[in-house]
């Protein structure tokens, strides 16, 4: 019986890429990431604000409710008398968990006594601590918060004489980038009812106004609260 047998000449398969292949391939990962990398940072960021926003309106939150059973609730006028450092040590101190009380801004951390800027940047020329008028705390969550008892009568030009029940809240203390909208907000003591984003009362054209990048920024925590406790696209961010 006769064999027959078949040679068979190896066969060559290329699996590799020219190297014209390999740089368009990298080019095209390249501008993929340029894209996309940014933006996935910005709504991490984005996130990260409003979970330690609504953190920081909780546990202000918590703290009226402690104070309140326990000392009953204070007007504007009645914590105006008081003076912020003496309001802050009765009606608050004893219900947060704090670091300090700072009566100073550099006490708080801060480099000047007004760091906080607008949404675009311009400098609001407000300062961050005034006398009788304005005191900050800062937590052990991280957050500095700076209690209003008065505001600047502009009408009648006399001085910190307005009641006032504003608490602007730093979710990151004195850290920048102190913006208004970013990481400083403003909050309102409502008697009988506990803290709230300022501008819960105003109505969506006010609230966006206020929160834009020609705004003043001080109504953003109230437009994050409309949308769900989320930063929509025309947030300024």
Same mark, same amino acid.
């Given at each position: 019986?006769? /064999?027959?047998?078949? *040679? #068979?000449?190896? /066969?060559?398969?290329? #699996?590799?890429?020219?190297?014209?292949?390999?740089?368009? $391939?990298?080019?095209?990962?390249?501008?993929?990431? @340029?894209? /996309?990398?940014?933006?996935?940072? /910005?709504?991490?960021?984005?996130?990260?604000?409003?979970?330690?926003?609504? +953190?920081?309106? !909780?546990?202000?939150?918590? @703290?009226?409710?402690?104070? #309140?059973?326990?000392?009953?609730?204070? $007007?504007?006028?009645? @914590?105006?008398?008081?003076?912020?450092?003496?309001?802050?040590?009765?009606?608050?101190?004893? #219900?947060?968990?704090?670091?300090?009380?700072?009566?100073?801004?550099?006490?708080?951390?801060?480099? !000047?006594?007004?760091?906080?800027?607008?949404?675009?940047?311009? *400098?609001?020329?407000?300062?961050?601590?005034?006398? *009788?008028?304005?005191?900050?705390?800062?937590?052990?969550?991280?957050?500095?918060?700076?209690?209003?008892? @008065?505001?600047?009568?502009?009408?009648? *030009? $006399?001085?910190?004489?307005?009641?006032? !029940? +504003?608490?602007?809240?730093?979710?990151?203390? !004195?850290?920048?980038?102190?913006?208004?909208?970013?990481?400083?907000?403003?909050?309102? +003591?409502?008697e009988d009812k506990g803290v709230f984003p300022a501008g819960y009362d105003k109505s969506n054209e006010q609230v966006n106004n206020s929160c834009n990048k020609n705004g003043n920024g001080e109504f953003c925590a109230e437009k994050i609260r409309r949308a769900g406790w989320n930063i929509e696209k025309d947030y300024p961010w």
């Amino acid at each position: 019986m006769n /064999t027959t047998h078949l *040679n #068979f000449l190896p /066969t060559k398969v290329q #699996f590799g890429f020219t190297l014209a292949e390999v740089l368009i $391939t990298l080019g095209i990962i390249g501008v993929v990431a @340029a894209m /996309t990398i940014p933006n996935l940072m /910005t709504k991490n960021q984005q996130r990260e604000t409003v979970t330690k926003l609504e +953190r920081a309106i !909780s546990v202000f939150n918590q @703290a009226y409710k402690m104070s #309140f059973d326990e000392l009953g609730d204070v $007007t504007p006028n009645e @914590a105006l008398a008081l003076g912020a450092p003496e309001y802050v040590k009765k009606y608050w101190a004893p #219900f947060i968990k704090i670091n300090s009380i700072c009566t100073t801004y550099d006490q708080c951390g801060y480099a !000047s006594l007004n760091p906080m800027t607008t949404p675009n940047g311009t *400098n609001t020329g407000s300062n961050i601590i005034n006398g *009788n008028a304005r005191i900050g705390i800062t937590t052990m969550d991280g957050f500095t918060y700076v209690i209003y008892t @008065a505001w600047w009568d502009t009408v009648d *030009n $006399t001085g910190f004489t307005k009641p006032a !029940s +504003r608490v602007l809240v730093d979710l990151n203390g !004195s850290a920048k980038p102190n913006r208004w909208g970013r990481d400083v907000f403003a909050l309102e +003591r409502v008697e009988d009812k506990g803290v709230f984003p300022a501008g819960y009362d105003k109505s969506n054209e006010q609230v966006n106004n206020s929160c834009n990048k020609n705004g003043n920024g001080e109504f953003c925590a109230e437009k994050i609260r409309r949308a769900g406790w989320n930063i929509e696209k025309d947030y300024p961010w």
